[in-house]
């Protein structure tokens, strides 16, 4: 009894197993309909920060822009809790609340799990001339 049962479960796992192959192969004579590239809709807005290193915003420790076109996108220094932001329309787009520049506070909380949230809220910027 014991042999039939493992000549049953070798000849499943065979069949399974060529039926697999079989199914996913291709037929033959078709090209692959493979995607090389898909084209993404341009942002609604753009934006640049200035990272500052503490909540006085007068020691600028880097910056980020996020331009409309993804190709002119760049980043360099330290990203921080504190952060000005200056946002503008892309090309294509009349928002009638931009362009407008904030400051803005971040808090990064991570759960017990082990996921990361980060919440930004405006703060009042202060009043001094920018860094540029």
């Known amino acids: 009894m014991l042999h039939q049962v493992r000549w049953f479960l070798a000849s499943f796992v065979a069949c399974v197993t060529v039926a697999g192959c079989v199914m996913s192969a291709e037929p033959a004579g078709e090209e692959d309909d493979l995607v090389d ?15 500052f290193s503490d909540a006085a915003f007068t020691t600028a420790v880097g910056w980020e822009n996020y331009d409309c076109e993804p190709e002119y996108r760049d980043f360099d220094g330290e990203r921080t809790r504190y952060y000005r932001q200056h946002r503008y329309d892309c090309p294509g787009y009349d928002n009638p609340l931009l362009p407008s520049t904030t400051c803005n506070l971040c808090n990064t909380y991570t759960t017990s799990n082990g996921h990361t949230f980060t919440n930004c809220s405006p703060i009042s910027c202060p009043t001094q001339p920018p860094p540029w």
Not at 38 to 49: D, E, K
């Open 37 to 51: 590239s898909v084209q993404q809709p341009l942002p609604s807005t753009g934006y640049y920060r200035t990272y």
